[in-house]
């Protein structure tokens, strides 16, 4: 076994390695191929590849030297507008010396820019377009300014297909000498989704237990990853106690980070499994998603996530009177 | 060991008396002058606010000239008699055994009419003919009672150090205690004070005492204590209110910004309104009101503020109608703002080490932090040999390592790195 985190280890290093987004890569080949490289903006879920392609991309326009011509900034790191004009604008305005007449600047999770930011990258783009070109990488590209997005080539990526998540964790398992289980393999695909950082995370975290990969192992790693027990909280608050309820919550976004999203999706999926009455499953799943969508109204996610709970402990309530 | 440290920390000589210098030397002056002969007033009367050091100067006077000193305050009772009965000591000036008096009575402010009656007459006809130097202290010396009294007394006056001095004086004693304390957050506690060093002091003690470091976040705290009397009277307006009116009314009185007091409400309502449809209803105003709080940061527009207002006071104060009045029931910190105060140095090591991620994962340090250390954690608890490889891969240090585990596995994983 070796000591690096496996998600970095077998991250591809050229297009070509890349299993899936097909499409894609092929478009990004020919960019290679004529030596010629629009802006772009890369959008997508988080672990579907998109800084990787983007890296890959640089690596085989450049050659080994590649990371003389292109520079990778974290935009939720730096995501002033200071950066735009410093940092950026410094790398963006000198001419590359070489083959390929630009450079490549990455900027990762742009969806965190400013607005303002944002606007002076927008000028920055069109002024270097001669000696840099960009690629955005962001999660929902609706966060992007309409004038980047329209100077931008869009590219959409999708979580991976169940076929080649397994195939790329298998590979990487016979790699490491571990013994991955079938139901293991099924366990980490449901719990992440195609979300390949986070499958290879789960995996590696499984392996450290020195066992083969089982279901139960797969579930352990999470549970001890985002211990956001829902099912208890549910309960409680079904039982009546919003303050307990709420304490759990609490602990869920503050100590563990849990976003409210992740949450409310899996109190969703628990209402249709606990044991109440059917027409409440239906009336709750209105509730649920009417705080769903307040999640992105609002501005704080516990407040809401806390109306629903009071929702669960008056539905609890309500069901008692009713039998 | 838990002395008060007014007392600890008091002035062992004049020249450690923050402030009032030229009160001080006015004092030293006719002390001094005692000694060729009996001055024209035989008595100095000390007067000015609380806690800025006026017994602190007699006390350490007395120290400086190796006085007697013999006091008398508001807990001892001055009728006439009492009093009186002072007058044997004041008449001769020194001890014993050659030692000189100094003769003071504090907290003059507290002689009440009835009860200590004839207390500020007699006092006057023993600095008629006292031998010995006497101070009077008091907080107001214009007081009517003292009219008479003033005429026989040079008056001088204390005033409120400046918040600089304040400032190096707690300084100081943090030295002495062993504290590294932020200037900040020393500051912060001299300017609340208001020139009152004593109270300033005294909540020094209370947030330092025990500790090795006090930070600003440490003492910011003291502000919303003070804050409390208010916020509750503002709480019990809104959440019990008939009408809408009334709820609203409440903002105004509120000496917190909104959305703190957003805050105290939703901390507190579930423990006022239990009846189970009060509080979804009650919840349900506070989600709308966070909306327009959203609202009001998307648009950047602030009339959506007046609709925040309504739905978190009267919105609330409209949501009581099955909960069934019981008795007093106290309103809570938000815990919210606690945890995230004290959360904050808990973040901000988790992002030192989400830097270090980020120097090998293409990821921020804020996501690497949140997504990328639970599986790392979970890896650290399990596999020592794994963990040591990759906390060498990541360039981690001891103390990450201590935070991301507990106890012996950190150790035999830092151990098991020196071997590799």
């Known amino acids: 076994m070796s000591f690096e985190m496996w998600a970095e280890k077998y991250r591809p290093k050229t297009l070509d390695e890349i299993v899936n987004q097909k499409e894609i890569v092929e478009r990004l080949k020919s960019f290679v191929e004529s030596r010629n490289v629009p802006h772009c903006i890369f959008a997508g879920p988080p672990g579907t590849g998109k800084t990787t392609a983007a890296l890959c991309l640089a690596r085989d326009l450049y050659g080994k030297a590649y990371r003389e011509h292109m520079m990778e900034l974290n935009a939720s790191d730096e995501r002033g507008i200071d950066v735009v004009r410093e940092t950026v604008k410094t790398f963006a305005r000198v001419r590359s010396i070489g083959e390929v007449p630009f450079k490549i600047m990455i900027l990762d999770e742009a969806d965190n820019m400013t607005s303002d930011a944002q606007q002076a990258l927008r000028r920055t783009m069109e002024r270097y377009t001669e000696t840099c070109r960009f690629i955005l990488i962001a999660n929902y590209s609706g966060k992007i300014i309409e004038p980047i997005q329209s100077r931008c080539a869009p590219f959409r990526f999708t979580y991976l297909p169940k076929t080649e998540h397994d195939e790329f964790l298998r590979r990487i398992a016979k790699s490491e000498g571990i013994t991955l289980l079938d139901e293991g393999l099924e366990a980490i695909f449901e719990v992440c989704g195609g979300d390949m950082r986070r499958a290879i995370n789960t995996l590696q975290a499984a392996a450290s237990f020195g066992k083969p990969i089982t279901a139960e192992i797969v579930y352990s790693v999470v549970g001890r990853a985002h211990p956001a027990d829902v099912q208890k909280m ?39 499994r606990i044991n109440i009455p059917e027409p409440w499953k239906i009336k709750l799943a209105d509730t649920i998603g009417e705080i769903d969508f307040r999640l992105v109204q609002g501005s704080n996610e516990e407040v809401q996530l806390s109306a629903l709970l009071a929702r669960l402990v008056e539905a609890g309530y309500q069901m008692k009177q009713q039998t | 060991m838990h002395m008060a440290w007014t007392r600890k920390h008091k002035p062992q000589t004049l020249k450690e008396v923050i402030g009032n210098k030229e009160a001080i030397r006015k004092l030293v002056e006719w002390v001094k002058a005692w000694d060729k002969t009996v001055p024209k007033k035989r ?15 007699v006390e350490a006077l007395a120290k400086d000239f190796d006085m007697e000193l013999v006091e008398k305050n508001a807990s001892d009772y001055r009728t006439e008699e009492a009093v009186k009965r ?24 507290g002689i009440t009419g009835t009860q200590d009656r004839g207390g500020v007459k007699a006092l006057t006809e023993i600095i008629k003919i006292t031998r010995c130097p006497l101070v009077l202290i008091a907080n107001n010396a214009y007081d009517p009672r003292f009219t008479n009294l003033r005429n026989y007394c040079l008056l001088v006056q204390f005033k409120k150090p400046p918040a600089g001095e ?38 020094l003690q209370a947030l330092a005492q025990g500790k090795t470091r006090l930070t600003y976040e440490d003492v910011s705290w003291l502000a919303y204590r003070d804050r409390q009397e208010n916020i509750f009277t503002v709480l019990k307006m809104i959440v019990y209110a008939r009408s809408c009116m009334s709820a609203k009314q409440a903002v105004d009185m509120a000496d917190v910004d909104p959305d703190m007091l957003f805050e105290w409400i939703y901390e507190n309502v579930p423990r006022h309104l239990t009846h189970p449809e009060d509080l979804a209803r009650a919840m349900d105003a506070l989600s709308l009101a966070d909306i327009y709080r959203g609202r009001i940061r998307s648009t950047r527009n602030w009339k959506f503020t007046r609709y925040f207002l309504d739905f978190m006071t009267a919105g609330v104060a409209m949501a009581r109608q099955k909960t069934k009045p019981s008795g007093w029931i106290p309103f809570n910190f938000p815990k919210r703002i606690q945890a995230l105060s004290r959360s904050k140095a808990q973040r901000k090591f988790e992002l030192e080490i989400g830097r270090k991620i980020k120097r090998k994962f293409h990821i921020s340090a804020y996501r690497a932090s949140k997504e990328i250390l639970p599986y790392i954690r979970v890896i650290f608890e399990n596999n020592v040999n794994m963990a040591a490889g990759i906390a060498s891969w990541l360039d981690l240090d001891a103390e990450m390592i201590k935070y991301i585990v507990s106890g012996k596995q950190a150790e035999a994983i830092i151990k098991q790195m020196e071997i590799l």
Request: hydrophobic letters at 45%; glycine letters at 8%; aromatic letters at 8%.
């Open chain 1, 234 to 272: 549910v309960l409680t608050a079904l039982n009546g106690n919003f303050i307990q309820a709420r304490e759990k919550l609490r602990e869920m976004i503050q100590k563990y980070g849990v976003a409210g999203t992740d949450i409310i999706r899996q109190i969703h999926t628990e209402i249709f």
């Open chain 2, 43 to 57: 008595a100095i009367f000390l007067y000015g606010p609380p806690g800025i050091g006026k017994t602190a100067t």
């Open chain 2, 86 to 109: 002072f007058a044997g000591i004041a008449s001769q000036y020194s001890t014993l055994f050659g030692k000189k008096r100094l003769i003071l009575f504090d907290e003059l402010d």
């Open chain 2, 166 to 203: 304040v400032v190096k004086l707690l300084k100081r004693i943090c030295l002495r205690e062993g504290i590294d304390a932020e200037e900040e957050a020393l500051k912060f506690i001299a300017q609340r004070s208001r020139g009152d060093v004593r109270s300033a002091i005294n909540d």
